[in-house]
């Protein structure tokens, strides 16, 4: 019994080590991203199609389980109710940075309700951000539909 004991308190910081990656703290330049993601599913939620058409970048690509298509028709997809995005569950988020690109992978729950209907479904969102005109602008949004979640 005093081995398992030994063995489980020398194992645990080890899984809580990986365990806490989910939760591990952001470089300032992480954070600026991840508080723009973020920010972006507020706006999405909140219909805010004047917050959100600065946001986008003019030749923005979103990609959903059912087809792709660009800035105009997602913002006006946003206002008309063809999918509100009511609320992100997001269980961990994940920041990088190569050649003034930022790209953000997110595990999430997508609360929304499309076609009238309510849904919720397990995705892992990428974002990509790039600077356009002196600020991040999102540039392309992925959902991937994870299976068995």
């Given at each position: 019994?005093?081995?398992?004991?030994?063995?489980?308190?020398?194992?645990?910081?080890?899984?809580?080590?990986?365990?806490?990656?989910?939760?591990?703290?952001?470089?300032?330049?992480?954070?600026?991203?991840?508080?723009?993601?973020?920010?972006?599913?507020?706006?999405?939620?909140?219909?805010?199609?004047?917050?959100?058409?600065?946001?986008?970048?003019?030749?923005?690509?979103?990609?959903?389980?059912?087809?792709?298509?660009?800035?105009?028709?997602?913002?006006?997809?946003?206002?008309?109710?063809?999918?509100?995005?009511?609320?992100?569950?997001?269980?961990?988020?994940?920041?990088?940075?190569a050649a003034g690109i930022a790209?953000?992978?997110?595990?999430?729950?997508?609360?929304?309700?499309?076609?009238?209907?309510?849904?919720?479904?397990?995705?892992?969102?990428?974002?990509?951000?790039?600077?356009?005109d002196g600020r991040w602008q999102?540039?392309?949004?992925?959902?991937?539909?994870?299976?068995?979640?």
């Amino acid at each position: 019994m005093k081995k398992l004991l030994l063995m489980l308190l020398l194992f645990f910081p080890f899984c809580s080590g990986m365990w806490g990656q989910e939760s591990a703290k952001f470089t300032p330049e992480q954070q600026t991203i991840i508080d723009l993601s973020n920010q972006k599913w507020a706006w999405m939620a909140e219909k805010n199609v004047e917050q959100l058409e600065k946001l986008f970048h003019k030749s923005a690509q979103f990609v959903h389980m059912g087809g792709y298509w660009g800035k105009e028709a997602e913002l006006r997809t946003i206002k008309e109710g063809g999918i509100w995005y009511k609320k992100a569950e997001i269980h961990s988020q994940e920041v990088y940075f190569a050649a003034g690109i930022a790209t953000v992978y997110s595990r999430i729950h997508l609360n929304s309700v499309v076609g009238g209907q309510a849904v919720r479904f397990p995705f892992i969102v990428t974002e990509v951000y790039v600077v356009s005109d002196g600020r991040w602008q999102l540039s392309s949004l992925v959902f991937t539909k994870t299976i068995g979640e």
